[in-house]
Every structure is written in C-alpha cells, then in structure tokens.
C-alpha cells in the first residue's frame, strides 16, 4: 500500500502562482511514478502531470504545458506540481496518483490521494 496526502491548494488569483506536495508513505516511494490529476465539477478527472520513478521524464496535459511543472524528492518521499500563470479554467480538486507504471490514464493508477482543492478567481 501507497498512503499519499496532498497538501497546498487554495484561492488565487488568475495570474498568480500555488505550489502542490504530495506525501506518500508505505511502500518505496521511488519505485512508484506519479502523476497529477484534476477534477472540475461535472467533469471526468483529467490528466495534468507526470513524472517517472527516477524524475528523469515528465508529461503534460497541452492545456497545462509551459505553465505547471512537475517534479519529485526520492529523499522526501514527495512529489511536487508548481503552477504558475493560473487561469479561471485551472479551478479544479487536484490529485496526486502513484502506480509503477507511468500513464496519462486515471483508472491505470492503483493510489490515489483525497485530493485539495484549487480555486482560480478572474
């Protein structure tokens, strides 16, 4: 088992910038890749960000490439998305997923934590 809380959303204003953690505990930390995901009301969860287990690769949603960046500490047993130049769109539940295999598919990750929520005023 993978437990993995995140920790960091909140209100901002569009333009502005929030940094999101994930903490995982249980098993090895580093065998897992993670992924960022959102969730907007009445939407499906959608893929944001990826990382693989070493950092060495990282994926994007288009909508979010060149603003958020993705990034993890094997030390910390975290994972981090810094998001930058936030849009009104970006207002969303985010959450962070781990599972050994990177993919972009939420039903392919095996944990997943209890999301934070992200609010984007215009």
């Known amino acids: 088992q993978v437990q993995l809380v995140e920790s960091g959303g909140g209100l901002v204003q569009a333009g502005g910038s929030l940094r999101l953690s994930c903490a995982a505990s249980g098993r090895t930390f580093s065998n897992y890749a993670m992924g960022w995901f959102r969730q907007a009301p009445g939407k499906e969860r959608e893929f944001v960000a990826a990382?693989?287990?070493?950092?060495?690769?990282?994926y994007y949603a288009d909508s979010v490439k060149g603003r958020f960046t993705i990034s993890r500490d094997n030390a910390k047993n975290t994972v981090y998305l810094q998001m930058n130049s936030l849009k009104p769109e970006d207002t969303a539940v985010y959450y962070c997923?781990?599972?050994?295999?990177?993919?972009?598919?939420?039903?392919?990750?095996?944990?997943w934590g209890q999301g934070t929520q992200v609010t984007v005023s215009s």
């Open positions: 990382i693989t287990w070493s950092g060495g690769s990282t």
């Open positions: 997923a781990a599972d050994r295999i990177l993919t972009t598919t939420p039903g392919a990750y095996a944990y």
